[in-house]
């Protein structure tokens, strides 16, 4: 991690850990997760490789617009598109390669990938 990057994580996670100071607990009930789709399709691996490889600054590179959304910051176009090719690459539904389907019977339930719908 490029101290930029560091710099930037830290930057988020002292005040966080400021008000936790260890004091994590449970309590008894249900929460609904989104997946992200299977770990090795997630390539966190390759994307810090990446990122090091185009000197990602996250205090230069992106900013926050007028509603409260990341954009880019920087001109930086072969990063922009390795960003954009990383998210649609991840396969965050799950889609498999072939658009294998997992469906059995009337409790098929679609599968959705990029630019690609698996019944």
């Known amino acids: 991690m490029s101290a930029q990057r560091a710099r930037h994580y830290l930057a988020w996670a002292k005040p966080y850990f400021d008000s936790v100071r260890g004091r994590v607990g ?5 929460i609904f997760h989104l997946w992200h789709g299977d770990l090795r399709d997630r390539q966190y691996g390759e994307r810090n490789r ?6 990602f600054d996250p205090f230069a590179d992106i900013a926050i617009d007028s509603s409260g959304c990341w954009r880019w910051n ?13 998210f649609e690459s991840r396969n965050e539904d799950g889609v498999a390669a072939g658009c294998q389907s997992t469906s059995h019977g009337q409790d098929a339930v ?4 990029i630019n690609t719908i698996c019944i």
Request: aromatic residues 10%; proline residues 7%; negative net charge.
């Open 110 to 113: 679609p599968t959705i990938g």
């Open 26 to 30: 449970h309590i008894p009930g249900r």
């Open 50 to 55: 990446r990122l090091a490889e185009f000197d």
């Open 74 to 86: 920087s001109d930086k176009e072969e990063l922009h598109e390795f960003v954009r090719r990383y």
